[in-house]
């Protein structure tokens, strides 16, 4: 069994500040739209409670979710969590992986125009690490991944694809 955990990269104070500056402005501008249609100041209080809420909900969201990947016997399952809620939003044996590769391969933009049943993202918001994609078939359908591991996860689950690929022949 192995884990690892890939949690989000946090917004610096510049960005922090440059996020509320930007709220705030939007926020301007509907109560200033507001007042020049003659809205009811309680309509437009409301719509701008409702609408900075829906931006901090979105800001929190965003940077607090981690993903959890887990190699346990021959499944590779993926973990999201949000706070202290985890839950499995991926889960699929060795033996349907056809490929992982680094997306700066030059492959990887053929490969992500193709069709595919799904596409899914398991990543955090940080920029600085290496992203990977994966494709796989499940009932005869193609789906595409895109996360974030580390060289270690990424060596243990080309050591077990091959492992299978190897089982299978």
């Known amino acids: 069994m192995y884990k690892e955990v890939v949690k989000p ?100 933009k053929k490969e992500q125009k193709d069709q595919y049943k799904a596409k899914m993202k398991f990543l955090s918001c940080s920029k600085e690490k290496k992203t990977y994609y994966g494709i796989y078939h499940e009932s005869g359908e193609k789906y595409l991944f895109v996360f974030q591991p580390s060289e270690k996860l990424i060596q243990l689950l080309n050591k077990k694809i091959d492992h299978c690929v190897k089982s299978n022949e």
């Open 9 to 108: 990269r946090y917004f610096s104070s510049m960005e922090f500040l440059i996020g509320i500056v930007c709220s705030l402005v939007l926020l301007g501008i509907l109560n200033f739209i507001g007042y020049i249609m003659k809205a009811q100041t309680s309509i437009v209080d409301i719509m701008t409670i409702i609408i900075f809420g829906c931006i901090i909900y979105y800001v929190i969201r965003k940077n607090h979710i981690y993903y959890k990947y887990m190699i346990i016997g021959e499944e590779f399952i993926v973990q999201q969590i949000i706070g202290i809620r985890e839950s499995v939003v991926f889960n699929i044996h060795m033996e349907q992986i056809d490929k992982i590769s680094s997306t700066e391969c030059p492959c990887f």
